[in-house]
């Protein structure tokens, strides 16, 4: 385990992410939703945006602690992360959600607990494979700042 203080995003780039993820999310997920459940685009579009706003709080504190706590384990940073940590990561942000999303889905919705569970899963699944290839790319793209090291000049 290491004992150094993990590199973490700033909060400006958080917020970055967070906001490019749920955005993105939200294009991609609400169509295929409103086709499979039935439910309108309006009144899907308005709980799926409700959802998101809950998940973008979620996602940040998930993110932030997952990081910290990965770094204090590996030593490495988000953007260094490797696959089978990734998959942790994705599956760990859907299965917190999916705790608070399900009751949202069924008031939202009037759908049987069933068919909210099903529907929730079906979001979850669509949200882990988008927060995967969402994170690999982010972390390519906006990969986190490190402090320079001084330049030793020879005499």
Same mark, same amino acid.
């Given at each position: ?6 590199? =973490? &995003?700033?909060?400006?780039? $958080? ?5 490019? +993820? #749920?955005? !993105?999310? @939200? /294009?991609?997920?609400? *169509? ?47 953007? =260094? &992360?490797?696959?089978?940590? $990734? ?5 760990? +942000? #859907?299965? !917190?959600? @999916? /705790?608070?999303?399900? *009751? ?18 079906g979001l979850a699944l669509a949200y882990t494979a988008y927060a995967f290839g969402f994170n690999l790319v982010y972390d390519r793209l906006f990969p986190i700042a490190r402090p320079?090291?001084?330049? =030793?000049?020879?005499?």
């Open positions: 385990m290491s004992a150094a203080k993990p590199l =973490l &995003r700033s909060l400006p780039d $958080r917020i970055r992410q967070v906001a490019l +993820f #749920e955005v !993105g999310g @939200l /294009l991609l997920i609400t *169509p295929p939703f409103v086709w499979l459940s039935g439910v309108g685009m309006v009144e899907s579009f308005t709980l799926l945006a409700t959802i998101a706003l809950i998940a973008a709080l979620w996602n940040t504190g998930y993110n932030t602690a997952f990081d910290w706590v990965e770094g204090r384990l590996t030593g490495r940073t988000a953007d =260094l &992360r490797l696959m089978r940590w $990734r998959v942790v990561h994705a599956v760990g +942000f #859907e299965a !917190g959600l @999916l /705790l608070v999303s399900l *009751p949202i889905i069924v008031a939202w919705t009037e759908m049987s607990w069933l068919e909210a569970l099903l529907a929730d899963l320079s090291l001084p330049c =030793l000049a020879p005499d």
